[in-house]
């Protein structure tokens, strides 16, 4: 680190198909339930980080996608508190200049802040190892840590106060299960409404519902979805990760005030899903939504060119939204699908 004044490096998206949502301690970022996610391969989405430090610098500056944002704002700083108290001498008396290019939509709830910090945790190459790097990477967002490896992963919540034990690991490698692909559907790439960290905070404050499934139902959840990725079981898959994403946004809506991140587009996309794997009598693919009204569908290669057909042919790409909405209207008179 001492030589080097400038590094660029790529992080990839993770999407949690087992969520992450709330806090049960807000300083070490410890969640209060594990998750679990697919971690996409970089050369489709990711985020592209160049960083350097030097003391010439005035002040900490940030870009992303060539847009100068503000460096000011909590979480970064607490992030970059972390990197300094860690670096120690070496960087003293320097600012970071940090520039992220995003290959997909920023902050429309596709994990974008998750693949800028992970940059960051590639970046520095701690002495004190895995650990503390994750824990620097959570107090940029919290899921990042999901990000630092590839295949599918999960963020064990843990249960010590200190955080030690709250850690990522891999579940399974890249290697595992080639034939999953992800597809994405950008609904809107707009920057979302509330963001995860109020989102998350509201709820954790109002929400029963999420005080259920974080003690009740997520670690059974976590257990049967960590099996289903084992044995490549993507009936099993599919209806676990359908039926989290839905509980998430029951969560959502649970909390007050409610939070709606699904739009009718996304709304529709689930009637099509479901409609589509009724009608070829299995489960086909599955979809999943984070903090945004983009669809994430998980779906085994085979079946890419069907789901695609089936997508492009009732959300025909057009400027104008009501026209999807419109193109679903008689979704359930359907009686065949185009091959
Ligand atoms: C819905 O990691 O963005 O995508 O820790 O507050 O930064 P903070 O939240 P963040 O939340 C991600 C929430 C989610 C679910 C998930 O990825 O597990």
């Known amino acids: 680190?001492?030589?080097?004044?400038?590094?660029?490096?790529?992080?990839?998206?993770?999407?949690?198909?087992?969520?992450?949502?709330?806090?049960?301690?807000?300083?070490?970022?410890?969640p209060i339930n594990s998750s679990l996610s697919g971690t996409l391969s970089t050369d489709q989405m990711c985020a592209k980080t160049t960083i350097a430090i030097s003391k010439s610098f005035q002040r900490d500056r940030l870009w992303i996608n060539g847009k100068e944002q503000d460096a000011t704002g909590k979480r970064l700083q607490n992030c970059l508190r972390e990197v300094r108290s860690r670096c120690g001498s070496e960087i003293e008396g320097c600012h970071y200049h940090i520039c992220s290019v995003n290959n997909f939509p920023t902050a429309a709830g596709l994990a974008s802040s998750a693949a800028g910090y992970a940059c960051l945790g590639e970046?520095?190459?701690?002495?004190?190892?895995?650990?503390?790097i994750q824990f620097t990477i959570r107090q940029g967002s919290g899921s990042a840590c999901r990000s630092m490896y590839g295949g599918f992963v999960k963020w064990e919540m843990g249960n010590k106060s200190d955080g030690s034990d709250s850690i990522a690991v891999q579940v399974t490698p890249e290697s595992h299960w080639p034939e999953m692909e992800v597809l994405i559907l950008v609904v809107s790439d707009k920057k979302k409404g509330v963001s995860s960290t109020s989102g998350m905070q509201t709820s954790v404050k109002t929400s029963k519902l999420l005080k259920y499934r974080a003690e009740s139902l997520v670690p059974k959840l976590m257990t049967e979805m960590e099996t289903a990725i084992q044995q490549k079981n993507y009936?099993?898959?599919?209806?676990?990760?359908?039926?989290?994403?839905?509980?998430?946004?029951?969560?959502?809506?649970?909390?007050?005030?409610?939070?709606?991140?699904?739009?009718?587009?996304?709304?529709?996309?689930?009637?099509?899903?479901?409609?589509?794997?009724?009608?070829?009598?299995?489960?086909?693919?599955?979809?999943?939504f984070d903090?945004?009204?983009?669809?994430v569908l998980y779906v085994l290669a085979k079946d890419v060119p069907q789901i695609l057909s089936a997508v492009c042919h009732y959300f025909p790409c057009t400027e104008n939204h009501d026209s999807y909405i419109q193109g679903l209207s008689n979704y359930s008179d359907v009686k065949e699908f185009p091959k």
């Open 235 to 288: 009936q099993a898959f599919a209806e676990i990760t359908m039926k989290d994403s839905n509980q998430f946004h029951a969560v959502c809506l649970d909390t007050y005030p409610p939070i709606a991140y699904m739009n009718d587009i996304s709304h529709k996309i689930v009637q099509l899903i479901t409609h589509f794997n009724q009608y070829c009598g299995e489960y086909k693919a599955c979809y999943t």
């Open 123 to 132: 970046y520095f190459e701690y002495k004190e190892g895995i650990t503390k």
């Open 1 to 30: 680190m001492a030589d080097r004044k400038q590094a660029t490096c790529i992080a990839p998206v993770n999407i949690a198909v087992v969520k992450y949502w709330g806090k049960r301690d807000e300083n070490l970022i410890l």
């Open 291 to 295: 903090a945004g009204p983009n669809a």
